[in-house]
């Protein structure tokens, strides 16, 4: 039987030496919600305890001649699933289902450090975050 406790003493647990700086947050995903892609500039890991979380991993283009970062992977989570975000990830996140989804997302610093970035919907250019921004999106779902 999943245990929720257990499982946020584990995410702990894993932190990096630099868990005295770090972030932990319980994530709620709205039905449809998506995020601009973004950064983080920490490592980060992600624990699904409720739904799914559909992430999608871009890189930087070298000498764009349109779009500055492009689409490079992706992976779906589910509950009971981890997910490892590296410092150098731009990723964005979709929650899929038509319940809201839950997750601990764990980070080895500070999360609102200034140098973040995200890029805009349409032209995929980069900007200087902004939270309010990044994840008011939300995608028309079908009842299930
Ligand atoms: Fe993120």
């Not at 245990?3 to 990096?16: H, P």
């Not at 200087?128 to 299930?144: C, G, H, K, N």
Request: negative net charge; proline residues 6%.
């Amino acid at each position: 039987m999943f245990d929720l406790n257990q499982f946020i003493a584990d995410l702990r647990a894993s932190a990096t030496e630099r868990s005295r700086q770090a972030m932990q947050d319980n994530i709620k995903w709205a039905p449809g919600q998506m995020t601009l892609p973004h950064n983080h500039m920490l490592g980060a890991v992600i624990g699904m305890y409720d739904g799914r979380e559909d992430n999608v991993f871009w890189r930087k283009v070298p000498n764009p001649e349109r779009f500055q970062i492009e689409a490079a992977g992706g992976k779906a989570i589910g509950s009971g699933d981890v997910c490892l975000l590296g410092r150098d990830i731009i990723h964005s996140v979709i929650n899929p289902v038509s319940r809201i989804s839950g997750a601990i997302h764990v980070y080895d610093g500070d999360f609102f450090n200034p140098h973040r970035s995200m890029w805009a919907a349409e032209t995929l250019t980069e900007e200087p975050y902004e939270q309010s921004r990044v994840s008011s999106f939300r995608a028309p779902l079908r009842p299930a």
